[in-house]
């Protein structure tokens, strides 16, 4: 029985063909005691691995990832940069609270620094000897300006 040319010639094509193709990637892979394997097929069982193409000079280069699937690497640094931006939001927040806290603090005691001012009651503070001595109503009036003021900006 004679085989036509043509088909063993395509049978030959086909033959070549596929070691190219099969020749173009390699498969990396940690064996149980730590060593990296490399080999034309796919490691047994299910040892994860890794798929390294060949270069035309023989040197072997990791893949190049499709622009559609992002790799494991890039879906982990969005997920932490997800994270950060998530925890710089609750510092803030817990920040601006902090502040409103203290903002509604210090109203709270101008006004009634104001209250106790304006009530026409004797007022006392300490000198730096440490002596209490009463405010004349030059000094009430001016402090009283002064805690008016502290009073606007505080209970805003």
């Known amino acids: 029985m004679r085989v036509p040319v043509r088909l063993l010639l395509s049978a030959a094509a086909l033959f070549l063909a596929g070691h190219a ?20 097929n796919p490691p047994p069982g299910n040892i994860p691995s890794r798929m390294l193409r060949r270069d035309a000079v023989g040197e072997i280069t990791p893949p190049t990832p499709s622009p559609a699937s992002p790799t494991i690497a890039d879906r982990e640094l969005e997920l932490k940069k997800r994270q950060q931006d998530q925890a710089e ?9 902090a502040d409103a806290k203290t ?13 106790a001012l304006e009530s026409g009651q004797r007022v006392a503070r300490f000198n730096a000897q440490g002596e209490r001595e009463f405010l004349d109503d030059a000094q009430r009036s001016a402090e009283l300006e002064r805690t008016r003021k502290i009073v606007e900006d505080s209970c805003k």
């Open 21 to 40: 193709v099969a020749g173009e990637y390699i498969y990396q892979w940690k064996d149980p005691s730590g060593q990296y394997v490399y080999s034309d």
């Open 89 to 97: 939001k609750q510092a803030k927040s817990d920040k601006d609270n």
């Open 103 to 115: 903002r509604a603090q210090n109203c709270e005691l101008a006004r009634n620094q104001l209250t």
